[in-house]
């Protein structure tokens, strides 16, 4: 990017107006393209986000179009020429990435991939882009695996970035749980609190909750002294929220499990210093910002063995995997964590800090997109 011949559009679906997984790795991405030398080389067009955050990207590169996606769409074609290398943030964005390269034939391509958005059958021009970009970055090999054999891609053309810690995520080490957070659920500080975070609704069940909460039934029923807490944590539907409710009725677990609703960006890390056990058996992860969060803050982190997660926890060196589908697997590991309480491990956090270091992912970002 220090070429001043190259003139570089980022262009993506959300980092700011919602919270999740793929805003995080979408404001990283912005950072790390606002910490080259030649800013004045890049522009940033998002189709849901209104504005940006200053501190991730200036305003003065930064285009949002707050859903209006005609504008969206009619605005990119018409400035096709203005850029000649376009990294698409999401494959939803295929369709004009497409047009686009019609009218733009030279105009370089980076895609960036990030897991269940791939792994099944695609529209025409999803399949397209997947196919003809010059570059496609997989968050995850456990991704560029199965985009290779589902959808015809060389080894060569798909490369792997792990996504790696929000630049701002803090990097103290404190043991201590928050005394806010400990009055705001009626928790001790001896209690052991085991912690989900993830959007709850119809569609999430892949998350593994469901099995979570049976596994902790199971606990409970055989190991009544074992004193525990689950917090729920995300935004949820009412009707996912009705059939969770109902099933932690019937299970006895009232007292037990706590819908804490959303949780701002600004209070998740203080969830994590709460929490001794974070746990998502997920099956559908293509990597799993949440993991490496809670591991960094040194809590035993529970994830399934089945998808990026396994990636995300280094094969087990800084957590724990099980069978996503096994609420055996998830009960035998809950109760010996439980029964044997680790204290919050410097050792683990100091290692995902290494391995998941923003300046080597900007590093490795923008050699990646200078190499197209």
Known sequence: MKNNKTKILFTYLVAFSKTGGLEKVNRTILKC???????????????????TDINYFPES?????????????IKLILNNRKWNKIIVGH???AFVIRIIKLLNPKIKIVLIVHGIEVWDTLSDSKLWLLQNADKVISVSNFT???I?????LTDSSVVVLNNCLDPYFPKEFIEAKPTLLLDRYKLKNNDNIILTITRINENEGKKGYDLVIKALYNIMEKNPDINFRYLLCGKYTTGEFNRLTTLIEEYHLTERVEFTGFIADEELIDHYRLSDIYIMPSKKEGFGMVYIEAAACGLQVVAGNADGSKEALLKGEIGHLVNPDSVDEIYDKL??????????SRKVSKLVYEQYNFETYRQNLNEIIKAV
Do not use: C
Request: glycine share 4%.
């Open 33 to 51: 393209l606002s910490s080259e030398n030649d800013i004045s080389a890049v522009d940033v067009w998002s189709l849901y986000d209104k504005n």
């Open 61 to 73: 590169k930064f285009k949002g179009f707050g859903q209006s996606k005609l504008k969206f769409v």
């Open 91 to 93: 494959i939803n964005l």
């Open 144 to 146: 560029k695996k199965i």
């Open 148 to 152: 290779i054999a589902k959808h015809k």
């Open 335 to 344: 109760l010996f964590l439980l029964q044997n309480p680790i204290p919050k």
